[in-house]
């Protein structure tokens, strides 16, 4: 829904038992997750993000990584790649939007290089790592600028 609250007490208290919730949307804000943290609901944790909540009569509904999107959190891909990927579309959709109209035309393009080079440069810090710059010696030896990029565009990772 993108929206807020599109479910919310009223809604999970309808339910049927064993009904399942999950975020599949686009934001962590679509499941009234307060309106589950009463004294007469109890929560049961399962496994890493899977709750049941029980009602007072027995029934249970199954909620699936706290009403948060399901799709990030229950899913095997590290938080890592999700970042990267999420950095890398933050500023391609930056430079759509800052370029001149002309620039691009309704097509697929590859990121370029420098913009790649500049994302990884921006999670170092995960592997308690940094870059230093190449000494003149060196990027004349491999052909390239000091400050990259470093690959070819055609190059993939």
Known sequence: SSGI???????????????ILANMGHASAEIDVASLVTSELKWEKIRSHVHHIHWPDGKYIVLL?????ANHSCTSVPSFVISVTATTHALGLIELFIAPPSRYKQDVYLMPKKLDEY???LHLTV???????LTRE?????????????KTQHYRY
């Open 5 to 19: 609250n599109a479910e919310y007490g009223e809604h999970m208290n309808k339910m049927k038992k064993s009904s």
């Open 127 to 133: 592997f308690n790592a940094h870059i230093t710059e």
């Open 119 to 121: 994302v990884a440069s």
């Open 65 to 69: 990584a706290k009403g948060g999107l």
């Open 138 to 150: 060196q990027a004349g030896f491999i052909g390239k600028s000091r400050t990259g990029p470093f």
